[in-house]
């Protein structure tokens, strides 16, 4: 028997479970570039709710066993917040998008322009 206790595994322990981000910005990354920020799905009350609203808010969180939307920044790169799609049996990323709508909507609007100009370059 051994004193030692068994290595806990965890999901960077080889590269073909590493996390992989695609930041919308900067491209595909390293997780450890990123720092998680909350559970993206979460509502958060008026200021002046009750503060059993706040708690519930704040506090209480699901421990979803599957797919759900997460909040990250890229603290290691364009430090921008953005909401990944994650499963967290799996660790596989569905889809990735800027935190701020208006951010992407630029981001798409800009793409938009690009398609025009290549359409117009393009005989
Ligand atoms: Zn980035």
Redesign the pocket.
């Given at each position: 028997m051994s004193a030692v206790p068994a290595r806990i595994r965890n999901c960077t322990d080889d590269i073909g479970t590493m996390i992989r981000i695609p930041?919308?910005?900067?491209?595909v990354?390293d997780h450890s570039?990123f720092v998680y920020g909350s559970d993206a799905s979460v509502e958060y009350p008026a200021l002046d709710a009750p503060a059993e609203a706040w708690l519930e808010a704040v506090f209480q969180r699901e421990n979803i066993d599957g797919v759900q939307f997460e909040t990250w920044q890229?603290l290691h790169?364009?430090?921008?917040w953005?909401v990944v799609e994650r499963d967290t049996t799996t660790h596989e990323i569905h889809s990735v998008r800027p935190a701020h709508r208006g951010i992407e909507q630029a981001l798409e609007d800009e793409e938009k322009v690009r398609e025009l100009s290549r359409q117009r370059d393009d005989p």
């Open positions: 930041c919308p910005f900067c491209g990354r570039e890229h790169g364009c430090r921008m953005i």
